[in-house]
């Protein structure tokens, strides 16, 4: 049927708009719905002129790809890949930019796979499959050169009058609205992931490869390191998509966390905020020097981080890895993928509980020669699939959310499976600190745990994480952090503990972990800040702190 008439490059550029336009933009027509409804005056309005010129630059851009032997291909990678992004928009709430797609570019295998749903084999289909294969099918009559482009220059005038008549009729009111409200950028596809795609492969591409920049080369042990009287292991603790918001000992209603509401010592602090909302953002921009407002991915990945400064020092360090990987945080220290020996007490189908973090942490601590900082990464509590984070057995909130779909279940159910996910947390962190205690005879210890970033359950009609920092909502950016020291830790390393209590409802954010985790340490160094040190006021005078001579 499309053989007896065939279509101007031009007119397939705009019906392809147009396509794009009407079913691969739903979100952002509900949120443009939301900011300027049809009923209100001049709504509407507003609404015709914004659709007006997002149809008028993608017609543009299109006919600059519409020669032969390229348009139909580009069209077809575009209907596949909107396809795709349309889906995890409407599913999950999910803004596209640069650091949503890192995120995408170093999640691994199993993290995809949870994401994989029928709803997205039957979207990929609709708006994937059906329309390529309708836009291979319809022919084009393309022209001699000169007349095709000719006809381009007069599709591109047309639309760019389009443009010009819609953007000074409605200059002040598109204005306002893109001015005060940059998430609609982030949600017309395709141009979301084609900006991501292109801001991301620069980033990649920026300059050759360069050695990486040494960072604390003057560091060592303070003199207090001489009175200590014992061997000591300092646990951090990198949790997953835990945000405040439902820790029971953070003051969430429901008892999510009796063991360490239990655990003598504890100290949970309430207002701490992460430098991402995503671990591919959050994870290095902790372990880095760099605070939130000037952190630079390029940089940190051309640099050392905090535990080559400690490793420096003479300390031992070692990364624990239930997840997908430390992001380049511990490329120059001990690494084991605890996932990699399938126990079956911890492991089943690809998925280990976070348990498994503490197998064998005994006869580690056993075989311990000097000073040691091990690092554990959990699974926590990363979504969508939150009822696979914890074992069965370990549910204590029902019925749960046992799909990847989260649209498909109630909110409530949601909420369940996620408040298991921070039950299971619980149980973990109480073991540990519990193995650490029955230890402190003989070493030092402490553990110090903190969330890379929050999780939305729905709220604003966002779920998961991702959203670019300045949109981002608190249940993104309030994560949990908790402290506990044996005593003798304390007592060698310098600290008030009555006074890390009485600090612990004071604003800190993950601008303070790489020089509190130094001071603790008494780690003396140049690239130490005393003023970002979270202990620093808590240290005892008489011990001497990392800054001193």
């Not at 950028?185 to 992931?193: A, D, G, L, Q």
């Not at 921009?285 to 990945?301: I, K, L, Q």
Request: aromatic share 8%.
């Amino acid at each position: 049927m499309f053989r007896s008439r065939p279509l101007a490059p031009e007119a397939l550029a705009f019906l392809a708009g147009l396509l794009f336009l009407a079913f691969y933009n739903i979100p952002l027509w509900r949120r443009l719905g939301a900011i300027a409804p049809a009923g209100d005056q001049g709504g509407l309005a507003m609404q015709f002129a914004f659709a007006a010129m997002v149809l008028s630059i993608f017609t543009m851009v299109l006919v600059l790809a519409s020669f032969r032997w390229v348009f139909k291909p580009a069209l077809v990678v575009l209907c596949m890949a909107s396809s795709v992004a349309a889906y995890f928009m409407l599913q999950y709430g999910v803004l596209i930019d640069k650091g949503m797609l890192r995120n995408v570019a170093e999640t691994d295998v199993r993290e995809v796979r949870g994401l994989l749903s029928p709803r997205l084999l039957l979207m990929v289909l609709g708006l994937g499959v059906l329309p390529s294969w309708l836009i291979i099918r319809v022919p084009v009559a393309y022209r001699p050169l000169r007349r095709e482009l000719l006809g381009k220059a007069a599709a591109m005038l047309a639309a760019l009058g389009v443009l010009a008549l819609v953007a000074l009729g409605n200059y002040q009111g598109l204005a306002a609205l893109l001015r005060n409200h940059h998430e609609l950028r982030m949600m017309v596809v395709p141009s979301n992931y084609l900006a991501a795609l292109v801001g991301f492969a620069k980033e990649e591409m920026a300059g050759p490869a360069r050695p990486i920049e040494a960072l604390g080369q003057d560091a060592r042990r303070a003199a207090a390191w001489a009175g200590h009287k014992r061997r000591s292991l300092t646990v951090l603790v990198v949790g997953e998509s835990a945000r405040a918001e439902n820790f029971g000992v953070l003051g969430y209603a429901r008892d999510t966390t009796p063991r360490l509401a239990a655990e003598p010592g504890l100290i949970a602090y309430g207002n701490v905020s992460s430098c991402g909302t995503e671990t591919a953002v959050s994870l290095p921009c902790m372990f880095s020097n760099m605070p939130r407002r000037d952190y630079d991915a390029n940089r940190a990945r051309r640099q050392e981080g905090l535990l080559d400064v400690i490793q420096r020092a003479g300390l031992r360090v070692t990364w624990r890895d239930n997840q997908s990987g430390c992001k380049g945080t511990c490329s120059r220290v001990a690494f084991e993928n605890v996932r990699e020996a399938a126990l079956p007490a911890y492991c089943a189908e690809g998925e280990c509980h976070d348990e498994v973090l503490l197998h064998g942490l005994q006869d580690y601590i056993d075989t311990l020669q000097g000073d040691a900082v091990l690092v554990l990464h959990q699974m926590g509590s990363h979504g969508p699939d939150y009822y696979r984070r914890y074992p069965r057995a370990a549910a204590r909130f029902g019925p749960v959310c046992a799909s990847n779909a989260l649209n498909t279940c109630s909110r409530d159910s949601i909420v369940n499976a996620y408040d298991n996910t921070i039950a299971y947390t619980d149980h973990v962190l109480g073991a540990l600190i519990d193995r650490l205690r029955a230890n402190q005879d003989k070493l030092d210890v402490a553990m110090l745990y903190v969330s890379d970033h929050g999780e939305s359950l729905g709220e604003y009609r966002l779920y998961l994480h991702g959203t670019p920092y300045m949109l981002a909502p608190s249940q993104q950016t309030h994560v949990a952090m908790l402290a506990w020291f044996s005593p003798s830790y304390a007592q060698d390393f310098g600290l008030d503990l009555q006074c890390v209590r009485r600090s612990r409802q004071q604003a800190y954010s993950h601008d303070n972990y790489f020089h509190s985790v130094l001071g603790l340490l008494q780690i003396q160094t140049s690239a130490y800040e005393p003023e970002l040190d979270m202990f620093a006021p808590c240290r005892r005078k008489a011990i001497a702190g990392p800054g001193d001579a």
